[in-house]
């Protein structure tokens, strides 16, 4: 039974277009992520939160944003989809210590067309 | 800064035979975490292990088992009689371990176990 949950799972969109990826989790963990994943596999870190009004870029550029109004909601936004972004979004969270190791949600596979 | 290395980007095996991943890290902290997570077809990450850096000693779990070596900076996984379900991309990560500060996990670039018939 997941305790961090993304949608949608899959989401084919055209250029343009405004999106954003929903990432919730039940857990009451105050650190949330989000990860893209290239199609060579190799995870980048590209938002990331310690809490409710909370947030930084990662490691990797992004052009989406994030915002961090509840515990438990860490929603990811695109305002403009290219075809650059398509690529896996994998959402997660862990507790204040962080050494816990993350628990990831299912992820969302975008493709922008 | 914190890199890790999976040198091995596919592994092909036949199902029964023992497997190996290996993975090396670089830090310059004395404290930190390590981990292994799995990543089948459907996408998810799925946690495995968690190892501090003091704790040198060798975990089995089942058919999996990891070596840790600080000397070498290497932290291994070894599948022991291979299944197909194993087959999945396997991805070591480093944690930092700074209190009070979101600690983040530095991926290694993952291998992909594929395990056949």
């Known amino acids: 039974e997941a305790d961090i949950y993304q949608t949608p799972r899959y989401l084919v969109i055209g250029t343009g277009k405004k999106i954003t990826l929903e990432c919730s989790q039940t857990m009451g963990h105050d650190k949330m992520y989000w990860y893209q994943q290239d199609p060579g596999m190799e995870l980048h870190l590209i938002h990331y939160?310690?809490?409710?009004?909370?947030?930084e870029k990662g490691d990797l550029s992004s052009e989406s944003t994030v915002s961090r109004i509840r515990t438990e909601h860490f929603p990811l936004t695109l305002e403009s989809a290219r075809p650059s972004h398509t690529s896996q979004y994998l959402c997660?969270?862990?507790?204040?210590?962080?050494?816990?190791?993350?628990?990831f949600g299912s992820g969302t596979r975008l493709t922008v067309v | 800064a914190q890199k890790v290395t999976q040198a091995q980007t596919e592994i092909s095996v036949v199902e029964k035979e023992d497997v190996t991943l290996d993975c090396v890290y670089e830090t310059r902290d004395t404290t930190y975490y390590l981990f292994w997570y799995k990543q089948p077809p459907s996408g998810e990450l799925v946690f495995l292990i968690r190892r501090n850096s003091f704790d040198e000693q060798n975990e089995i779990s089942g058919r999996y088992s990891w070596n840790f070596q600080k000397s070498t900076s290497s932290f291994n996984f070894t599948i022991t009689a291979s299944q197909v379900v194993d087959s999945a991309v396997y991805f070591c990560a480093l944690s930092d371990t700074y209190t009070g500060t979101a600690s983040k996990l530095t991926f290694g670039t993952g291998t992909r176990l594929q395990v056949t018939l």
């Open positions: 939160s310690y809490g409710v009004n909370s947030t």
């Open positions: 997660a969270s862990s507790d204040q210590r962080g050494n816990y190791g993350y628990t």
